[in-house]
């Protein structure tokens, strides 16, 4: 895990504040925004991958049924998926913590 | 190209090229159709970004959110940017330089760094006729810095430099239109799109790349953080745009126009406006008014799209009212 | 055998960005600059150069379209004046920080308004902050062989910076001096054969230009501003192996018959050599005068300047520009700020010549340093005096 930019002293970044990790922004837990989290249905779903398709964080993917699933660790409870899925395998409920 | 005449999301390449874990806002329409336009190309991509929405919340020091090189300099200079990159691999190339076989350039800027600051860098990077693509994202305003109009804003939007009060409608000027503009330099390829209609908008993206010197793609990104709408709906708010006719889908390939959709009937703009708080303030007869500019703007380019369609051709090549045997 | 060609200085400007080979050149005319990227793009157009030209639309984008070359990895030069380096300063404080290597010759000229196509400095001191290293030439060999130096130094691995190449516009760029070129194969084992360390490839993706939050910013500016401080050893290297292979040198602060002497005149940019035919002429009468002529602008040469200055009581310096407003000339504020907490300090007079193109003749010169010692002995009212201006 990288050091965090309030840690980081001027020799550790790279030249020109080049970052040299692609990708390296996931270890940022987007997930905590939420207010909404996906629940699934899995009997309706037929692993067409729309909700994959149309998620605007990229986190859903296939679990290991083969059912299309969101990472919790980044999902922003936006209920993109929720509405483009048209077999309605997916509802947002409220996010309690 | 043929790839990507798939209609089976399953089938579309696995890689986030822009990866989880950005800081976009929730439900954010241009982080998905960035999303889905990269995933209509190769690995064999640069990247060169405009200061905007899509540039900050990938982009913050010590990481970074894309897999692709990527950079980012100013706001209003990305095509200048990108022109610079493409004629340095030419040149680099041409001096023996080893360098990956066929890199892309691909310059992405939203509505504000094309159509207002951007504007002169893209006209100057199209007239020169490089070998890039530029893709402009259009959320409709500045909506980095707090939804502030753009030239890109549609008439009667509520934004915070054009506000609605006793003396305003909103925006008091129609939407630039970009996507002509860029016709008009007479480049290979124009095209407009949305993430409403995702694999349309990855077979556009996908060609325009594909295409030997400058291609432009205009990408419709719902904002529901700026456009006052449900963050669950922006599909469905980009296809309404699409179906009232005020954001029609279409290409332009060498001065030939060709329309995406075929829609025999527009739906009432009101069932657009109605879905958007921006729009919430406007009344009947303002409405009224944007249906009459869009139902114009839309036989406009039906004009333009038979006659620029190849059976329209070579008809008149047969001579003036005469019909082929 | 040394072959010395009357050559007009653009010209030979743009034949010396020839020998260093670059890979892009984006470039908007303007003048007093424009010979030199006509006869670039000529150079271009008949395959003695081999390069990209891209004809810009406009110096914010040739700036911009270099920024692009140079983090491709590509070496990459561009040239400009006043109102076209106005127009591209915000690219051009972005160039420094994001360590892309990129030769700019500025032709100095006037900022407007009024227009003035003319030269003074103005110019020069409106990117002064902007983290490039700046080399101020005076003749034409300085400004043909600075030019092949800054792409040896800028694209130095330790250094990897922008470098700003300096002459004055009309007055140097559109006369006819005696030039000697260095010879292709001596310039292409002088100049380095590595490219940028990261460069934007497909192969091994980096993002470059990330923004900064508060937390980290000011370790991004500190790292700036270490590395030009450290770039001074590798200009001195540069200078000193051109040396042992053209036979020129080039210090950060040169002399003129200034050892010793206890009246100094400072001078930056061509009119340094009119100064020196005055200073001949007034040494000549028996004056103890000398002259030092700043070489090195950025980073500024502190030490240099110190010790050049040890022996003398009066410190006469010419600035091209005014700070409106402020102490005056920009050069003779950093000079006395340069000499503030020294235990041994010199009077510093400052004048402020040459505006927009006003010559400043050998006699205006030697008035000036009688009216410079004067003015140290007596003091004056005033923070600077302005040469010249009809009251």
């Keep these: 895990m990288a050091k965090s930019e309030s840690e980081m002293t001027w020799k550790d970044l790279e030249i020109g504040c080049i970052v040299t990790e692609p990708g390296s922004a996931r270890q940022y837990e987007s997930g905590t925004w939420r207010s909404q989290r996906p629940t699934y249905d899995f009997t309706r779903c037929i692993k067409c991958g729309l909700c994959a398709l149309y998620c605007p964080e990229g986190c859903i993917g296939p679990n290991k049924d083969g059912h299309f699933e969101a990472d919790l660790f980044y999902c922003k409870g936006c209920g993109v998926c929720a509405r483009e899925c048209w077999p309605q395998v997916i509802k947002m409920v409220e996010e309690v913590e | 190209m043929e790839k990507y005449a798939i209609y089976v999301p399953r089938l579309v390449k696995k890689q ?3 990866a989880p874990g950005h800081r976009a806002c929730i439900g954010c329409g241009e982080a998905l159709a960035i999303r889905q336009a990269f995933k209509a190309l190769d690995n064999n991509v640069i990247v060169a970004n405009a200061t905007g929405c899509a540039e900050i919340f990938a982009s913050q020091l010590p990481l970074t959110s894309w897999q692709l090189p990527w950079i980012h300099t100013l706001f209003e200079n990305t095509a ?6 493409e004629a340095a691999y030419k040149a680099m190339r041409r001096k023996g330089i080893k360098l990956p076989e066929n890199t892309k350039v691909v310059a992405i800027a939203g509505d504000g760094g094309t159509s207002d600051i951007g504007l002169q860098a893209l006209s100057g990077a199209l007239e020169r006729g490089h070998d890039f693509t530029y893709i402009c994202f259009d959320n409709e305003a500045y909506m980095n810095t707090g939804n502030q109009r753009s030239s890109a804003t549609p008439f009667g939007a509520a934004t915070t430099t054009s506000p609605l009060g006793k003396k305003s409608v909103g925006q008091f000027s129609w939407k630039k239109n970009m996507p002509e503009i860029a016709a008009a330099h007479n480049i290979p390829y124009v095209a407009t799109a949305t993430h409403g209609y995702p694999f349309d908008l990855m077979a556009k993206v996908a060609k325009a790349v594909a295409t030997k010197g400058p291609a432009y793609v205009h990408i419709l990104s719902v904002c529901p953080t700026g456009w006052r709408s449900p963050t669950d709906t922006i599909n469905r708010q980009a296809r309404l745009a699409v179906q009232t ?3 029609p889908l279409y290409e332009v390939e060498n001065g030939v126009y060709k329309m995406s959709l075929d829609l025999p009937k527009l739906r009432p703009v009101a069932d657009y406006l109605k879905t958007q708080g921006r729009f919430r303030h406007l009344s009947d007869d303002v409405i009224a008014q944007i249906q009459k500019r869009v139902e114009m703007e839309y036989q406009k380019l039906l004009e333009k799209a038979k006659h620029g369609s190849k059976t329209t051709k070579r008809r008149s090549r047969a001579g003036a009212g005469k019909v082929p045997a | 055998m040394v072959t010395r060609v009357g050559v007009e200085v653009s010209i030979a400007v743009a034949d010396a960005v020839r020998l260093a080979n ?13 010979h030199i990227v006509e006869h670039l793009a000529e150079l271009v157009a008949n395959g003695e150069l081999d390069a990209e030209y891209i004809p810009v639309e406009s110096e914010h984008s040739a700036m911009s379209a270099c920024l692009g070359a140079a983090a491709s990895g590509a070496r990459t030069f561009t040239a400009t004046a006043s109102q076209g380096l106005a127009l591209m300063n915000e690219v051009v404080y972005v160039a420094a920080p994001m360590r892309l290597p990129i030769v700019m010759v500025v032709a100095n000229r006037a900022l407007s308004a009024p227009l003035s196509i003319w030269c003074d400095h103005s110019d020069l001191m409106s990117v002064r902050d902007t983290g490039w290293i700046q080399i101020v030439t005076e003749n034409g060999q300085q400004a043909v062989d600075n030019t092949i130096i800054a792409f040896r130094i800028g694209e130095d691995p330790r250094v990897l910076l922008p470098v700003m190449v300096h002459l004055d516009g009309f007055n140097l760029t559109h006369v006819i001096e005696p030039i000697i070129f260095p010879e292709q194969a001596e310039v292409d084992k002088f100049l380095p054969k590595n490219r940028f360390p990261l460069p934007l490839n497909p ?6 230009g990330d923004f900064a939050p508060p937390a980290i910013f000011t370790e991004a500016k500190w790292a700036q501003e270490v590395n030009l401080r450290n770039s001074k050893k590798v200009i001195m290297e540069a200078w000193n192996d051109f040396n042992k292979t053209f036979g020129r040198q080039y210090l950060p602060v040169e002399k003129y018959h200034s050892d010793g002497a206890k009246v100094l005149l400072m001078t930056m940019g061509s009119s340094g050599e009119t100064a020196s035919v005055a200073i001949d002429e007034l040494r000549a009468e028996g004056m103890d005068v000398g002259q030092i002529r700043l070489r090195l602008w950025r980073p500024f040469p502190l030490e240099e300047l110190r010790e050049a200055v040890k022996d003398a009581d009066v410190l006469i310096v010419m600035d091209r520009a005014i700070s409106y407003g402020g102490p005056g000339g920009p050069v003779a504020s950093e000079v006395k700020s340069a000499f503030y907490n020294q235990p041994k300090k010199p009077k510093v007079v400052s004048f402020v ?9 050998v006699s205006a010169f030697k008035d000036i340093v009688r009216k410079g010692i004067e003015i140290a002995d007596r003091g004056s009212k005033n923070e600077y005096e302005i040469y010249g201006v009809r009251e």
């Design chain 3, 203 to 208: 192969d091994r993706p980096v993002a470059m």
């Design chain 2, 80 to 85: 200048a940017v990108a022109s610079g990159i």
């Design chain 2, 16 to 18: 986030e090229n822009l």
């Design chain 3, 353 to 361: 010549i040459s505006l927009g193109g006003r010559d400043t003749t």
């Design chain 2, 245 to 247: 006719g005020m954001f």
């Design chain 3, 22 to 34: 670059p890979d892009v050149i984006a470039a908007y005319p303007i003048t007093p600059q424009t």
